[in-house]
């Protein structure tokens, strides 16, 4: 079982940045940030392979930056330009299913997942 921990949450005003980090026990192929709002269903943010193929939500796309590092197996999620609908709790999630050596964002294929850090946005 592949073990997820989450780093790096907390609040900032609108137009801050945050960094989150997410340590894995053991390899998977792809690595995704999710997350999830309240009465909001779990939403794919980014999602990263060890090639560095990369996915991005829309809504993330120029403010967000997804990165990982192999050989520690740390996965993380720079966020710039924050905004008050970035309010969620966010999980850092593994899996070893690819299409095309691509991640995707779709979270029924990822099989590991933290317990979630929260980022709260305020205006």
């Known amino acids: 079982q592949v073990q997820l921990v989450e780093s790096g949450g907390g609040s900032v005003q609108t137009g801050g940045s945050l960094r989150l980090s997410c340590v894995a026990s053991?390899?998977?192929?792809?690595m995704a940030w999710f997350r999830q709002a309240p009465g909001k269903e779990r939403e794919g943010v980014a999602a990263?392979?060890?090639?560095?193929?990369?996915d991005y939500t829309d809504s993330v796309k120029g403010r967000f930056s997804i990165s990982v590092v192999n050989a520690n197996n740390t996965l993380s999620l720079h966020m710039n330009n924050l905004k008050p609908e970035d309010t969620a709790m966010y999980y850092c999630a593994g899996t070893g299913v690819a299409y095309g050596g691509r991640c995707h964002l779709g979270s029924s294929i990822y099989q590991h997942w933290g317990q979630g850090t929260q980022v709260t946005v305020s205006s």
């Open positions: 053991t390899y998977t192929y792809c």
């Open positions: 990263i392979s060890r090639s560095e193929y990369t």
